[in-house]
Each structure stands twice: as structure tokens, then as C-alpha cells.
């Protein structure tokens, strides 16, 4: 079996377009210089700020989300240290990531979705946060998270819906977003997948189309242009965020905080 996320993993998985896209966009460009990074300053009190603006949450309240996130990733690394999970910094505990942990939480309390789908578990630390959130809050959102077989380690799921793609996960991940939107109307979307500028643009995209999503949370969006062409496709102004020195994460809404 080849090693997981290849070129030859692509071809099997993506395809021959995408994977050429691959090639070009995220081998070839970078060589010449083409995709540096973005530069997203890391003003935690600017994100909470337009955080609040967003979600139409006072800033206390989006405050109040962030001090329950920081005593959530606390807990989350001990029980995944617990569970021998190899961690790496940034995953849980005080390194975690807090800022887009709290975004999450704000839009959740403020659009209420009737579901929450994410793709790229891992350990399933942002869906079992957002689990936990619902149920604290009340809110009567459904909990879904996306990913590959190869990445099923996933010790923190107290009860989301986990969905394992069968291979080929390009068309497997197309049929499940379309299931998705057949089941649920109001949805918010988060992206922590595969952060290669082509699968983040095809993602993006196939989100737009697929589940139509009332907001959509993405990670990682300094390392290329893939999140604010998705927004500009969608004629959406982006938002870009940054706590410190965490990854930069970007939010873009497609309605008014009451989800109109």
C-alpha cells in the first residue's frame, strides 16, 4: 500500500487532474518561491474582536467560550496521554488550539446549526469539543466529523457521528457531503484536513457546492491563498485570525448570526 498522502496515494485517491494540480500548485510553485506563506499577525484581542462581530456574541461571552476551551484542552491532553496517543505540540493542552477552538464555540452558540461537520479528526479533539459545547449549551446541533481510515485514531469521541471514506476519498468525501445536505439544512463547516493548497481549494469548493454551509471555519490558512480564493469565488470577505502564535485560522459567514 502506498504511504499515505504520495503522489501515488493521490493518483489512487484524487485522481490524475487533481493530482497534477498537486504537483503544480504545491511542489512546483513553492520551488520557484511562487506560495509563501501569508502573514496573519497574531493580535489574540483583534480575533476575539472580530469574533464577537461575527457571531454577534458579546465580547465577554466570546471570552467566557475561550476560558471553557483552555480548561477543555487541559483535560483533552491528559486523557489522550492516558490513552498513549504519540501527541504532537499543538494538538491539546496549554500549546492547542485555542483560538479556533473559541471560534468554533461562538458560532455554534450564536447560529445554532442543525448540524456541525468536520473533516480531518485526528485524535478528535475540535469534535468532541464541539460535542461537549452543544450539550452544555443546549443547542440541538449535530455533531459529524470526516476522515480516511488511514487517519482512524480518534480516542476523544463521547458520542459525535465519526465517518470513516472508503477509498477512493475524493468521490467517497463528494457522496458524503451530498448525503450530509439531503439529512440537514443549516449547517456550519469546519476544514482541518489535508492543508495542501490543491485539496484545500477542491475541499472548499466542493463544500460550497455540496453542503452549502451558513459558515465556514478553515485552518491553517497562512500557508497559501486557497482560503480567501474560496471566499472570493463565493463573493464572501474573508476573515483572517490568529491567537499568538497559533496557526492562523479564517472564518467566512454566508448569513446573519440568526442564521438568516
Known amino acids: 500500500m502506498s504511504e499515505f498522502g504520495s503522489f501515488s496515494w493521490r493518483m489512487r485517491n484524487y485522481g490524475t487532474l487533481r493530482s497534477l494540480k498537486y504537483l503544480y500548485w504545491d511542489v512546483f510553485l513553492p520551488s520557484m518561491g511562487v506560495m509563501s506563506d501569508k502573514h496573519v499577525p497574531g493580535d489574540a484581542e483583534d480575533a476575539r474582536r472580530k469574533i464577537s462581530t461575527i457571531s454577534g456574541l458579546s465580547r465577554n461571552s466570546v471570552v467566557e467560550i475561550e476560558d471553557g476551551v483552555r480548561d477543555f484542552l487541559i483535560v483533552c491532553q491528559s486523557q489522550l496521554e492516558q490513552s498513549n496517543s504519540n501527541l504532537k505540540l499543538g494538538v491539546a493542552g496549554r500549546n492547542g488550539p485555542v483560538g479556533r477552538l473559541t471560534c468554533i464555540g461562538a458560532i455554534l452558540k450564536s447560529y445554532r446549526p442543525e448540524a456541525y461537520v468536520e473533516t480531518g479528526t485526528q485524535y478528535g479533539v475540535s469534535a468532541e469539543f464541539a460535542y461537549q459545547f452543544v450539550a452544555q449549551e443546549k443547542i440541538d446541533t449535530k455533531v459529524i466529523s470526516i476522515d480516511v481510515k488511514e487517519s482512524d485514531v480518534t480516542p476523544l469521541n463521547s458520542g459525535y457521528r465519526s465517518l470513516l471514506l472508503e477509498s477512493p476519498y475524493g468521490p467517497a468525501l463528494s457522496h458524503r457531503l451530498a448525503e450530509l445536505r439531503s439529512e440537514y439544512s443549516n449547517i456550519v463547516f469546519a476544514h482541518d484536513s489535508d492543508h495542501t493548497f490543491e485539496h484545500m481549494h477542491w475541499e472548499l ?56
Do not use: W
Open 205 to 260: 469548493r466542493e463544500v460550497g457546492r455540496k453542503l452549502k454551509p451558513r459558515a465556514v471555519i478553515c485552518d491553517d490558512v497562512h500557508q497559501h491563498k486557497a482560503f480567501k480564493n474560496f471566499c472570493k469565488s463565493s463573493r464572501q470577505e474573508p476573515t483572517f485570525l490568529r491567537f499568538g502564535n497559533e496557526p492562523a485560522f479564517g472564518l467566512v459567514s454566508f448569513c446573519d448570526p440568526d442564521g438568516t
